[in-house]
């Protein structure tokens, strides 16, 4: 059903209040000012992981005492016991939230669905990448720039209440549906984008908005210069179209003078470029500041390579595995498995580790160090990569025919933690895992994940299974890249049906989605996560993305709000059985 204007109301005075107080920050943005909650970034050792156990001092409830002294009267109260650390959160792409214009966005849905976290006891909500998706299909994994944001995301209510656009501006609410079309949302708000964009640039240079812009832009200058350069040439007339090795020599080159050259003719789109990076930052911090106030973890998600056609390798080619012309030598990919009888071949250009290590890996700390700015924890897609990769022939069509060679190990994590201090990682190490990986996450203090619709194919080793779980660990029922849960559960057999039941000890037939988030909340993983398109008990036409194809993915979200009875139920069942295994809000 279309939005009505008083549901409209109704959701942006819920999210108006959020926004305030602000503190300004040394480097020149406004955020929300901290205060108490179980969100606040404290952490151990750089990449020593968020839950690594601390030891604590044998005999220090004896106080010392010689054998045969008198203990004190309280050395027999144990108390509730030392909380673990447990908690349970929701994957859910902010593009899958509903709203009023086609596709989710950073504005009265995300706080309303923040709130609605909170109601349900859960304390960690997963994103997929920011980043701007590539064109075609959309995938959140594919972008120009590691650094960058979806401006797609930026919220016109918002600018609506920055004044940065008027309310006669915003365009007709869309139809609700289930699928978003991302290129009838790219038609209707970009030009509006622009409108604000332009509208910030042209403010008094003193006025505190435009402040707060020339600040950012000086300070992730970094990053934010090439990244503004290379999507204005890549947009411009005679280079739109073409891989950056594919543009004249002097540009491809980064000659000075090509640049400076550039940096003229493009002055303005440039300009614009950057005005719309300090939206979305500012207004993902915001949302990112309310999710902390109300007890909610943020955790991102990182692809270990990136685009070859991108300003993180057009900007440091001498980084990566290239050619004198800047075409890939090798590329990315995963060999031939159970699942592949041809591998998987990724295409992306494999970096030059070797040369990273000359300068400590500055490329990965620069990177690293913008993750912790949008995040509070970040997840490394293909964590296996870090300690050996398979490295395909650019020529090659599949990843059937390629090698292993070693990655940087534990000696890329050190320099990070040299330079970044506390953060907080997790380890995604799905797949084919040798041991190196399994040694290489544990020396780190990673947490890893495991997944319970790996784990029924009768190896009682099987380590998806649950009594095979550890603490340091997430556990998903399934996650964006499986079949939902029920959906999943279709088109299993018979034989695999009966162990799941004589194994778990109950099963509901008819919605075997909670049967795996109660399993899940009951493992001796610490943090527990699940799809929303489980927590609302969706078929498969809820999948969010079938590995190994292109179209029709990334696309799904929610045809409705959290204000109804449904929702309101929903979050009483997350938060009971979050209460009951010890993962709610102590």
């Given amino acids: 059903m279309p939005a009505t204007s008083s549901s409209k109301a109704e959701i942006r005075g819920a999210w108006r209040v959020p926004c305030v107080p602000q503190t300004r920050h040394a480097c020149g943005s406004r955020h929300i000012a901290r205060r108490g909650s179980h969100a606040t970034r404290v952490s151990p050792r750089a990449f020593l992981g968020f839950f690594r156990k601390h030891k604590g001092t044998a005999g220090s409830r004896t106080g010392g005492a010689k054998p045969g002294d008198e203990l004190s009267p309280a050395y027999g109260d144990v108390g509730a016991g030392k909380s673990k650390g447990r908690r349970a959160g929701i994957v859910l792409h902010p593009t899958s939230l509903p709203s009023a214009y086609g596709a989710g966005d950073l504005g009265p849905s995300a706080f309303a669905f ?58 007709l609410p869309v139809p609700s549906s289930n699928q978003a079309d991302f290129e009838a949302l790219a038609a209707s708000k970009e030009p509006l984008l622009s409108k604000a964009a332009a509208r910030l640039t042209a403010l008094d240079p003193s006025s505190e908005i435009r402040r707060e812009f020339d ?50 003719d493009h002055e303005s789109s440039v300009l614009e470029f950057k005005a719309l990076q300090f939206l979305f930052n500012r207004q993902w911090l915001c949302l990112r500041e309310y999710a ?15 685009g070859g056609h991108s300003a993180d390798v ?24 159970a699942f592949s009888k041809t ?17 400590r ?45 070693a990655g940087p190990g534990a000696d890329l994590f050190n320099a990070l933690e040299a330079s970044l ?41 099987n380590p998806h299974l649950p009594h095979n779980h550890y603490e340091n660990c997430f556990v998903y029922p399934g996650t964006h890249d499986n079949d939902t849960t029920n959906g999943w559960y279709e088109n299993v057999g018979e034989e695999e049906r009966e162990f799941i039941e004589r194994y778990l000890g109950y099963l509901d037939g008819g919605d075997v989605a909670w049967t795996f988030i109660k399993a899940a909340m009951s493992s001796v993983a610490r943090t527990a996560i699940f799809t929303m398109q489980d927590v609302l008990s969706l078929d498969n036409s809820g999948r969010m993305n079938l590995p190994g194809t292109a179209e029709g993915n990334w696309a799904w979200r929610m045809d409705h709000g959290f204000a109804t009875k449904e929702m309101d139920d929903v979050a009483e069942n997350l938060r009971g059985l979050s209460s009951m295994y010890g993962r709610a809000e102590s």
């Fill in 215 to 264: 600040d950012f832009c000086s300070a992730n200058a970094d990053w934010l210069d090439s990244a503004a350069l290379f999507h204005c040439l890549s947009s411009s007339s005679g280079l739109q179209g073409l891989s950056w090795w594919e543009w004249p020599e002097e540009v491809r080159d980064r000659h000075p003078s090509a640049m400076r050259q550039a940096e003229r």
């Fill in 421 to 461: 201090g506390r953060t907080k990682i997790m380890a995604e190490d799905l797949g084919v895992i040798t041991p190196d990986v399994v040694e290489l996450r544990e020396a780190i203090g990673a947490p890893g994940m495991v997944v319970l619709q790996f784990g029924f194919d009768g190896n009682p080793q």
């Fill in 361 to 405: 890996y500055s490329w990965w700390v620069r990177r690293l160090k913008r993750a912790f700015e949008l995040y509070d924890e970040t997840r490394i897609d293909h964590f296996r990569g870090f300690a050996g990769y398979w490295s395909v022939d650019a020529e090659e069509e599949t990843a059937m025919v390629g090698k292993w060679l």
């Fill in 292 to 306: 902390n106030q109300r007890g909610v973890s943020i955790i991102g998600d990182m692809p270990i390579y990136v």
């Fill in 114 to 171: 923040v709130d609605w976290l909170h109601k349900a006891g859960m304390r960690a909500w997963q994103v997929l990448p920011l980043v701007p998706p590539e064109r075609m299909f959309w995938s959140p994994y594919a972008g120009q720039n590691a650094n960058t944001g979806n401006v797609l995301l930026i919220s016109l209510e918002i600018l609506e209440r920055d004044g940065l656009l008027q309310a006669s501006e915003l365009p």
């Fill in 343 to 359: 591998g998987q071949l990724w295409g992306n250009p494999l970096y030059d580790w070797k040369a990273m290590k000359k300068d």
């Fill in 314 to 337: 057009w900007a440091n080619r001498e980084l990566f595995d290239l050619s004198g012309e800047g075409r890939s030598l090798s590329v990315s990919g995963v060999p031939p498995d």
